[in-house]
């Protein structure tokens, strides 16, 4: 992957967008530290990411929530203590504390009824909001998302999309989604870059309803009006 350049404004909802092999996944995961980048430089806000200070990148990284496909979720531990557990590593809040701020975490996602339940207890829809609780624990600027609508049905999609949007309005998050889901892409996105399947370059990035309509590339039109390369729907 190369030709990456973006800049990521406070508070927007920014889609990373493409086909299959795209690279969006590392892009995301060299956005986070999962992967290190074989050129270029990661600054969050004037802080140099790729830095070789282990202590400022973990200081940043303290400061982003991840939510990763399959929730990613302790099976021997409650809802309850899946969202306490980064509040118990990373503060030294009393634990009557902890305890209040992850339900009032998994109240945020409508999940206040399901504390003591496990994660095999509960829906695929459900799992995603309880990893998007966890992810809101230590109240961060940033909240990643890597393909949140994957394995959810249209209707829980629609829903978890409905919840991103009210966090987003409520708390002034910065999120970045990884997806290539159309709906996903056109209700929340503030704006998006496309890479490039074939070159894994960036090709365009800006409004996807304005590129949709405008793009120079015929590629990021016929993806943002799902058509196939040939022209077919």
Excluded: C, W
């Excluded at 690279?23 to 790729?50: A, R």
């Excluded at 939510?67 to 118990?88: D, H, I, K, W």
């Excluded at 949007?165 to 929340?188: A, D, K, P, W, Y």
């Excluded at 590339?217 to 390369?229: A, C, Q, T, V």
């Amino acid at each position: 992957m190369s030709g990456i350049e973006l800049k990521i404004r406070p508070g927007e909802i920014f889609f990373i967008m493409g086909g299959s092999g795209s690279g969006k996944s590392t892009l995301l995961k060299t956005l986070i530290g999962l992967i290190e980048p074989v050129s270029g430089e990661i600054f969050y806000g004037d802080k140099k990411f790729t830095d070789d200070d282990p202590e400022t990148s973990s200081a940043i990284l303290r400061n982003t929530g991840v939510l990763y496909q399959g929730g990613a979720l302790f099976s021997s531990m409650t809802l309850l203590e899946n969202v306490a557990l980064p509040l118990r590593i990373h503060t030294k809040l009393p634990e009557r504390d902890i305890l209040e701020l992850a339900e009032y975490k998994l109240n945020l996602v409508e999940l206040g009824t399901a504390l003591q339940k496990f994660p095999h207890e509960i829906s695929g829809g459900m799992m995603k909001r309880a990893g998007l609780a966890r992810a809101l624990a230590l109240d961060p600027e940033i909240l990643f998302f890597d393909e949140p609508s994957a394995g959810l049905d249209p209707l829980t999609s629609a829903q978890l999309d409905e919840t991103i949007l009210e966090l987003n309005r409520s708390l002034g998050t910065t999120t970045l989604i990884v997806s290539h889901e159309l709906e996903s892409i056109f209700t929340l996105a503030h704006r998006a870059v496309f890479l490039d399947a074939a070159s894994r370059r960036q090709m365009e990035v800006g409004d996807p309803r304005e590129l949709k309509l405008n793009s120079t590339h015929e590629e990021i039109r016929d993806f943002l009006s799902r058509k196939k390369p040939n022209g077919d729907a």
